[in-house]
């Protein structure tokens, strides 16, 4: 890590108990899908697991305004730090970031900076610029995990009346959005029709049914991963070739997996492809 702070001039460090990393530029500290801290904290998007619900109250946090309108609903609070829109330029803490779109959910955001992208989970990496360290996700970081959507097999199954399990936050506002461009009408939960309804997703009412994954018992899961025993591949992340194909887009000369494990064959495949490859084991600055 050495090497990018002299290069970069920015400190990378984890906090202690803390999930992820933060970054220290010009004195002010940035925490990336962690929890509150002194300075400010970038949230990518409204999953629970990148911790938007930890920091409603906290007034630095900075979040998409699509990403503090589902974190809202979600909790029942009010977010009262920084909101912004995606594709738009911010200046935090002195610094200029501009944003980009990742299509991994409503409001999912991307930061850039100085030369370096912090993506988030990432669906589609079309948007995102060039970069020279890339900080990104490796949740399909394992060859296996190569796949296709199966949009026909989702409208089908929908259209034949079977339940469809998919994740209350993002992925179901997705197959909402695919049902009504399709016209086909569906049940779902107070939690799921709160959320459409905040994001402006109207539909109608029919057969099929979108529940959470845990509450279906005669349908489908949507879902690329490989343990549900029935499911239909809808993914709102990229797959192995994804990851190695947006490095490529964004042509970095480092590249920081934080998100998601990053097996041994990918670092190998992005050391061949001339870029340094680091995970979070490798930063071995605790503050």
């Known amino acids: 890590m050495l090497d990018i702070l002299e290069r970069f001039d920015i ?24 929890l509150p801290g002194k300075g400010f904290n970038l949230i990518t998007h409204a999953h629970t697991d990148h911790h938007g619900l930890r920091n409603m109250k906290n007034r630095k946090a900075v979040a998409s305004k699509e990403t503090a309108l589902v974190l809202e609903v979600v909790s029942g609070e009010r977010f009262r730090g920084i909101t912004f829109e995606v594709g738009k330029t911010l200046k935090i803490g002195g610094v200029k970031m501009k944003t980009f779109e990742t299509k991994h959910m409503h409001g999912s955001a991307a930061f850039y900076f100085n030369g370096v992208l912090i993506t988030g989970d990432v669906k589609d990496f079309s948007s995102l610029p060039k970069c020279d360290l890339l900080i990104t996700e490796a949740t399909y970081g394992h060859p296996i995990h190569v796949f296709e959507d199966e949009i026909d097999r989702v409208i089908k199954a929908a259209r034949d009346g079977w339940e469809l399990g998919a994740y209350p936050i993002g992925k179901a506002q997705r197959v909402a959005e695919l049902l009504n461009e399709n016209d086909i009408g569906f049940k779902t939960t107070e939690k799921i029709k709160r959320i459409c309804k905040a994001l402006g997703i109207n539909f109608q009412d029919g057969d ?27 993914s709102d ?34 050391k061949r492809m001339g870029v340094t490859p680091l995970t979070l084991d490798d930063i071995d600055i605790r503050l």
């Open 237 to 270: 992340h990229i797959d192995y070739r994804g990851i190695i194909e947006m490095i490529s887009h964004c042509d970095p000369d480092y590249v920081l997996f934080y998100h998601g494990k990053a097996d041994r064959r990918l670092i190998e495949e992005v």
């Open 11 to 34: 400190l990378i460090y984890r906090r202690r108990f803390c999930p992820h990393f933060s970054l220290r530029i010009d004195g002010v500290d940035f925490h990336i899908d962690s």
């Open 208 to 234: 099929a049914k979108l529940l959470p994954t845990k509450e279906v018992r005669n349908g489908f899961i949507l879902s690329a991963q490989r343990f549900y025993r029935n499911r239909i591949i809808l």
